[in-house]
């Protein structure tokens, strides 16, 4: 009922910058929370950074001073400008979501596919 569209991602360079979209279309009434997870091989998936629909943001401390997440509530789109990367923010980044969709009761959460984003030291 909710298809999130992920781009962005790829191979940079220690120090180097990427931008994360990620776009969620279908019978939405309103989004609550974005934002993006990862997943490391061999380690457990983990938030990076969510955004709530008023603005408040919430930082993984490994990311703070680095990352900034953002989002566009007329186009139900959050970006994750991520800087001064580092090899170990090589994942595979996941958008969330939830919100209220036409046809559910209640909060329903949604995943994307998720993107590679690799960091070359």
């Known amino acids: 009922q909710v298809q999130l569209v992920e781009s962005g991602g790829g191979l940079v360079q220690a120090g180097g910058s990427l931008r994360l979209s990620c776009a969620a279309s279908?019978?939405?009434?309103?989004?609550?929370?974005m934002g993006w997870y990862r997943q490391a091989p061999g380690k457990q998936r983990e938030l990076v950074a969510d955004?709530?629909?008023?603005?408040?943001?919430n930082y993984a401390d490994s990311v703070k001073g680095r990352f900034t997440i953002s989002r566009d509530n007329a186009k139900n789109t959050v970006y994750l400008q991520m800087n001064s990367l580092k090899a170990e923010d090589t994942a595979v980044y996941y958008c969330?979501?939830?919100?209220?969709?036409?046809?559910?009761?209640?909060?329903?959460?949604?995943w994307g596919q998720g993107t590679q984003v690799t960091v070359s030291s």
């Open positions: 955004i709530t629909s008023d603005g408040s943001t």
């Open positions: 969330y979501t939830d919100g209220w969709v036409y046809g559910r009761v209640g909060i329903t959460p949604y």
């Open positions: 279908g019978r939405i009434f309103r989004i609550n929370v």
